[in-house]
């Protein structure tokens, strides 16, 4: 992946959030496939550390983020099951409703970044 648009990091992930869940609905039959090959057994170490090498920059700002929120004790890769979960989830809700993809895309957004962002209201409660 190159050099993300933006500086600011919730915009820098609002525009993979948007590409990915547009590219997952567009080719649903491959993201379907990527889903299956991310918990799979069968892919070597070596392949799956060349795809963290290509969504590194995505996974630094995300890691920018987490370390500043909530799950800042919790593992990067702990925090990348939750988005391949909530992108998954919501890339679903686009395809069952395509009328109503936008705000799908959107309300899935704003869920991943206040699941990896919030710290507000943890403090406030301690």
């Known amino acids: 992946m190159a050099q993300l648009p933006e500086k600011d990091p919730k915009k820098q992930l609002h525009h993979v959030w948007t590409r990915w869940s547009d590219w997952g609905v567009a080719f649903s039959e491959k993201q379907q496939v990527l889903a299956q090959l991310t918990v799979s057994v069968e ?67 704003e869920t991943f970044w206040k699941a990896i962002s919030q710290w507000l209201f943890l403090n406030i409660i301690k």
């Open 43 to 109: 892919i070597s170490a070596a392949s799956r550390e060349r795809a963290l090498k290509a969504v590194a920059p995505t996974l630094g700002v995300i890691d920018q983020v987490r370390q500043q929120g909530v799950l800042k004790s919790r593992s990067l890769a702990f925090v990348g099951a939750i988005v391949e979960a909530m992108a998954a989830t919501t890339m679903d809700f686009m395809i069952r409703e395509p009328k109503h993809a936008a705000h799908y895309r959107e309300a899935g957004f």
